[in-house]
């Protein structure tokens, strides 16, 4: 390669196999800007596992004729950079919302080796050092910006032997990513049951409606929008009691503006909130602890329980998480797709409790069980996280010509994807003023 190639080509892409080719994507690539309809063709995620079918098929329902059409085929990519990662090959023909970049292949490529490749760690740096526009106030890059990005184009027959070789060594870390998930649901199913067996194993001395032990009150005063970054004064929203904490905190993620802050309903130390909505059963009704000593900001949809003196608050906090309550919670949710519960429903939920002393004792157990299982899914977590980094950089090596894979014997094997037991799925449709924009 010559002295000047080097020069001007970015650093992923210096060290490619003398043979291989190197050409623009647009060159590769014709952009698809079909609109249309999610009634016409079903709507797709584009998630950090690839192009999915879109799990909540109420989002967006009124878009009209306001989505990208996708075939099987097309290269996505979601264009915004809090979602980096997220694309991949379809499978499916569907529709994505227009914050996404839908690429049609010109040639006859393989169409794994694209998925590989354009999913890669270096490519993603480059997509996104690329962009400039503003959307969301969020960084994007639109296909006018990434058109002169070079890829790395190997023969064919060596594209081909890529993915088979990908394919099997990918299988073979998403196996044992699987097994490491799976080790992590039997701990949690494991903890809940340990749980539930402290909460029975008692004598019961008194059962009481929740009503009974305080008051109920809603959050409200502020919205996303008084959200800030820095400084600020503590708050919690309905989605965060389900997503950010677990069981107790003492700490709050989340800021708002100090006149947001003066208008708010607060919490204090000891109080349990709950979320009021969620896209799940499971989720609504989902309870906290508070145990800090600033008062913190509730949002709407949060529902903020103050219990009475003299109550073992950490005990009902685990009451709250028990079979009977989270049967409760299923009965009385009300609506399927966004899901709501009350604090009347709430406080209608029966609690039984053994004598003081056995709260305590029940309280102490669950506490180290559950500490023993939290420090046993960080080190899974922590192995899984490094099991991805491998195989990020296994791809990345291997199709940028660093790993030569030509005369590796491939193996029978079964593929496997990684599954997103997280149910994680990064659409959100946002309207893209420059749509079209050359």
Request: glycine share 8%.
């Amino acid at each position: 390669m010559s002295a000047n190639y080097i020069l001007n080509n970015p650093a992923w892409l210096r060290e490619i196999p003398s043979h291989w080719d190197c050409k623009k994507i647009g060159s590769l690539f014709t952009e698809r800007k079909v609109k249309v309809s999610d009634k016409e063709y079903p709507p797709l995620s584009v998630a950090k596992i690839g192009v999915v079918p879109q799990l909540d098929t109420a989002v967006k329902t009124d878009a009209g004729d306001n989505r990208k059409l996708v075939r099987i085929g097309d290269f996505v990519i979601n264009s915004r950079s809090d979602r980096k990662g997220s694309c991949g090959v379809s499978e499916l023909d569907g529709s994505v919302s227009l914050i996404n970049i839908v690429l049609t292949p010109r040639n006859l490529w393989n169409s794994r080796y694209v998925h590989y490749l354009l999913r890669s760690q270096p490519f993603s740096e480059e997509y996104y050092r690329n962009g400039r526009g503003i959307v969301a106030d969020l960084w994007t890059t639109r296909y006018s910006e990434m058109k002169s990005i070079l890829l790395p184009i190997p023969p064919r027959p060596e594209q081909d032997q890529i993915v088979r070789f990908l394919d099997w060594k990918v299988a073979s870390i998403n196996k044992l990513i699987g097994v490491k998930q799976r080790q992590i649901s039997t701990l949690k199913e494991l903890m809940q049951a340990e749980i539930e067996k402290q909460l029975h194993i008692y004598s019961v001395v008194d059962t009481v409606h929740v009503k009974q032990l305080g008051t109920f009150f809603k959050g409200g005063g502020f919205s996303r929008d008084n959200l800030v970054e820095g400084g600020g004064y503590p708050a919690i929203l309905y989605g965060d009691i389900y997503t950010q904490y677990e069981y107790k905190t003492s700490v709050i993620t989340h800021s708002i503006d100090s006149n947001a802050y003066d208008a708010s309903r607060k919490i204090v130390k000891s109080d349990i909130v709950m979320a009021g909505t969620g896209e799940t059963k499971d989720e609504i009704g989902k309870s906290i602890l508070y145990r800090g000593d600033e008062v913190v900001a509730a949002g709407g949809d949060v529902i903020v329980f103050r219990p009475n003196e003299g109550i073992n608050v950490e005990y009902l906090l685990y009451q709250l998480y028990s079979q009977a309550a989270l049967k409760h919670r299923y009965i009385h949710g009300k609506g399927d797709i966004i899901v709501h519960i009350y604090p009347a429903a709430l406080g209608d939920m029966l609690i039984s409790f053994p004598d003081e002393e056995n709260q305590v004792k029940a309280v102490e157990r669950i506490d180290e069980i559950i500490d023993q299982v939290k420090k046993a899914i960080a080190s899974l977590t922590k192995e899984i996280s490094i099991l991805r980094e491998f195989k990020a950089r296994l791809v990345a090596d291997t199709v940028t010509g660093k790993i030569h894979v030509r005369d590796v014997e491939i193996p029978e094997y079964e593929f496997s994807e990684e599954t997103d037991l997280a149910g994680e799925s990064d659409e959100q449709d946002y309207e893209d003023s420059t749509e079209g924009e050359e």
